[in-house]
T-cell receptor, first 114, second 114 residues
Framework: GNSVTQMEGPVTLSEEAFLTINCTYTATGYPSLFWYVQYPGEGLQLLLKATKADDKGSNKGFEATYRKETTSFHLEKGSVQVSDSAVYFCALSDRTGTASKLTFGTGTRLQVTL | NAGVTQTPKFRILKIGQSMTLQCTQDMNHNYMYWYRQDPGMGLKLIYYSVGAGITDKGEVPNGYNVSRSTTEDFPLRLELAAPSQTSVYFC?????????????FGDGTRLSIL
């Protein structure tokens, strides 16, 4: 079956530091890949996505590249801010069948300090 | 823009009680989903629906029931609440699109079974 593995948190960084959150996946076929962010007390929000190999998703300074050869979709940001503190989820969407069912990683908590 | 609205936000139930978690979306999305999120874990799919009158089981459906009488509404029913159902429940919706379309999430319902 499909699975997503994320690096364990929490990740604690100083403001303006470089961020990498690793994500690897196992899936049949060619899934779409997503990063969602969850701020305290809120639901998940889409951060970025990539739907085919070598696509780069980007949003709000965050980037991730769909690497089929390494089955990875690592999240990066060049300079984090305190407002980026949240839980980040990597997910894949199985294109088989009729529904866009998501498989999530366990989430990585990011804490950014001044 | 309301998006996906879930009610209630919090609820405490006694073992054996029943309740319905409400979810409605105003984006005219065909696909809707229910997930549960346990501490330190990713989201697990409970049930999903690809349109009015059509529902199907996800990864963890035991102890739950759903119905989809309209495009907008997708309630989740717990018939005999058990402590193992203590969790945060998220409803989501998406357009059709073979896995390429992102899911839009509500803010969640925090449910405790005592």
């Amino acid at each position: 079956g499909n699975s997503v593995t994320q690096m364990e948190g929490p990740v604690t960084l100083s403001e303006e530091a470089f961020l990498t959150i690793n994500c690897t996946y196992t899936a049949t076929g060619y899934p779409s890949l997503f990063w969602y962010v969850q701020y305290p007390g809120e639901g998940l929000q889409l951060l970025l996505k990539a739907t085919k190999a070598d696509d780069k998703g980007s949003n709000k300074g965050f980037e991730a590249t769909y690497r089929k050869e390494t089955t990875s979709f690592h999240l990066e940001k060049g300079s984090v801010q305190v407002s980026d503190s949240a839980v980040y989820f990597c997910a894949l969407s199985d294109r088989t069948g009729t529904a866009s069912k998501l498989t999530f990683g366990t989430g990585t908590r990011l804490q950014v300090t001044l | 823009n309301a998006g996906v609205t879930q009610t209630p936000k919090f609820r405490i139930l006694k073992i054996g009680q029943s309740m319905t978690l409400q979810c409605t979306q105003d984006m005219n999305h065909n696909y809707m989903y229910w997930y549960r999120q346990d501490p330190g874990m990713g989201l697990k799919l409970i049930y999903y629906s690809v349109g009015a009158g059509i529902t199907d089981k996800g990864e963890v459906p035991n102890g739950y029931n759903v119905s989809r009488s309209t495009t907008e509404d997708f309630p989740l029913r717990l018939e005999l609440a058990a402590p193992s159902q203590t969790s945060v429940y998220f409803c989501a919706s998406s357009l059709a699109g073979q896995g390429r379309q992102p899911q839009h999430f509500g803010d969640g319902t925090r449910l405790s079974i005592l």
